[in-house]
């Protein structure tokens, strides 16, 4: 069964800093993997996924996160964070292959930002 | 699109009460993920479906949860008899499954009081 680990439920930064979320997998096999962010009172909204080809991969508001298969890692940064970027952020996988559909989430990540 | 729609958006009701919240999928999406969120055991995978057949029921809590998907764009979600535990809010979402990365598109979630 796959995991996803997220450290750190709270995360702060400081506004122009530089944001670091972290997701690793558990997985013998790369599987797809996804970022979502959730916005108060409303369901998750997508950020950004890797499928496969290029490992770095570009999401919305300024989000970008690197698929690193030696380190099963698939950690989200944002080079200047800013006030409006203070949501809970979730990782999530699902297997590359089989009939299984359904995705798993980490348990989330608060983030903070800092004026 | 009008995206994942869910209602009611709020419900409170007396421990015992039958509460059935109710999901429309994104039209032409043929998978539906029923989650329960709570600040104790984050997000939870409830059940899903796929072409209106339910899939994978093993997030389901107890006998009293129960989920019907009697078409492609219609699903409820039934507490009978409902408890103080079973607060939480209630998200639905849909995927289009056609072999490529079966995102997941949330609604806005329905936040279940139960006293």
């Known amino acids: 069964a796959q995991s996803v680990t997220q450290l750190g439920s709270h995360v702060s930064v400081s506004e122009g800093a530089l944001v670091l979320l972290r997701c690793n997998y558990s997985?013998?096999?790369?599987?797809?993997l996804f970022w979502y962010v959730q916005y108060p009172n409303q369901g998750l909204q997508l950020l950004l996924k890797?499928?496969?080809?290029?490992?770095l991969v570009k999401g919305i508001n300024g989000f970008e996160a690197e698929f690193k298969k030696s380190e099963t890692s698939f950690h989200l940064t944002k080079p200047s964070a800013h006030m409006s970027d203070a949501y809970e952020y979730f990782c999530?996988?699902?297997?590359?292959?089989?009939?299984?559909?359904?995705?798993?989430f980490g348990s989330g990540t608060q983030l903070t930002v800092l004026p | 699109d009008a995206g994942v729609i869910q209602s009611p958006r709020h419900e409170v009701t007396e421990m015992g009460q039958e509460v059935t919240l109710r999901c429309k999928p994104i039209?032409?999406?043929?998978?539906l993920f029923w989650y329960r969120q709570t600040m104790m055991r984050g997000l939870e995978l409830l059940i899903y479906?796929?072409?209106?057949?339910?899939?994978?029921d093993s997030g389901m809590p107890e006998d009293r949860f129960s989920a019907k998907m009697p078409n492609a764009s219609f699903s409820t979600l039934k507490i009978q008899p409902s408890e103080p535990r079973d607060s939480a809010v209630y998200f639905c979402?849909?995927?289009?499954?056609?072999?490529?990365?079966?995102?997941?598109?949330f609604g806005p979630g329905t936040r279940l009081t139960v006293t």
């Open positions: 979402a849909s995927s289009l499954s056609n072999g490529a990365t079966y995102e997941q598109y």
């Open positions: 997985s013998s096999v790369p599987p797809y």
């Open positions: 890797y499928t496969t080809g290029a490992t």
């Open positions: 999530a996988v699902r297997p590359l292959s089989g009939s299984a559909r359904q995705l798993t």
């Open positions: 039209s032409g999406h043929n998978s």
């Open positions: 479906f796929n072409n209106n057949v339910p899939i994978d």
